[in-house]
T-cell receptor
Framework: KAGVTQTPRYLIKTRGQQVTLSCSPI?????VSWYQQTPGQGLQFLFE???????NKGNFPGRFSGRQFSNSRSEMNVSTLELGDSALYLC???????????FGSGTRLTVV | AQRVTQPEKLLSVFKGAPVELKCNYS??????LFWYVQYSRQRLQLLLR??SRESIKGFTADLNKGETSFHLKKPFAQEEDSAMYYC???????????????FGKGTKLSVKP
């Protein structure tokens, strides 16, 4: 079966712009979580969606937002990009969220 | 505060030697703990869940609530075990989901021939 698919793989954006990242979970998975990975802070939880509802949220500013569609696909948006937003953004999916998560390969965002 | 600490950034052992990757956590409640592994140029993948008490690729991990630890162990390391290992804690108090994982900074295991 297909794994978790994240698009695009790489992005370069300018400070002040906004960006949208996409995640297609494994078929049937209803829980989608997003993480930011940086060399300094490591892996940090952004938010989790389940059946189109945000169920959990990490400690990130409001510039970071997300949503989930009825087919469980999810998008995250970052507005007014800052240099510090440069990171690998990982998406992970699970059936219900009560078992282990399967991760995607990530989208590497570079803000210049 | 909920926190996961992996004290070693890098652990280097020889093939056939025992390996122990340390993980300590801070959590007020009943924790759900996991080990994730990332091999070179591969995705992050689940290795172990404490709740299932299983052994995967020869690795085991026991939850010690008294010492708030969840160390990963393998009696005889293999070269193919070389990877980045992350210990993670599930913040189940947020609605029962395990989707909000708190990760340690990771330990890079290098197994030398």
């Amino acid at each position: 079966k297909a794994g978790v698919t994240q698009t695009p793989r790489y992005l370069i954006k300018t400070r002040g712009q906004q960006v949208t990242l996409s995640c297609s979970p494994i078929s049937g998975h209803r829980s989608v979580s997003w993480y930011q990975q940086t060399p300094g802070q490591g892996l940090q939880f952004l938010f989790e969606y389940f059946s189109e509802t945000q169920r959990n949220k990490g400690n990130f500013p409001g510039r970071f937002s997300g949503r989930q569609f009825s087919n469980s696909r999810s998008e995250m948006n970052v507005s007014t990009l800052e240099l510090g937003d440069s990171a690998l953004y990982l998406c992970a999916s699970s059936w219900t969220g009560s078992e282990g998560y399967t991760f995607g390969s990530g989208t590497r965002l570079t803000v210049v | 505060a909920q926190r996961v600490t992996q004290p070693e950034k890098l652990l280097s052992v020889f093939k056939g030697a025992p390996v122990e990757l340390k993980c300590n956590y801070s959590y007020s409640g009943s924790p759900e703990l996991f080990w994730y592994v990332q091999y070179s140029r591969q995705r992050l993948q689940l290795l172990l869940r404490h709740i299932s008490r299983e052994s995967i690729k020869g690795f085991t991990a026991d939850l010690n609530k008294g010492e708030t630890s969840f160390h990963l162990k393998k009696p005889f390391a293999q070269e193919e075990d070389s990877a980045m290992y992350y210990c993670a804690l599930s913040g189940r108090n947020y609605g029962g989901s395990q989707g909000n994982l708190i990760f340690g900074k990771g330990t890079k295991l290098s197994v030398k021939p």
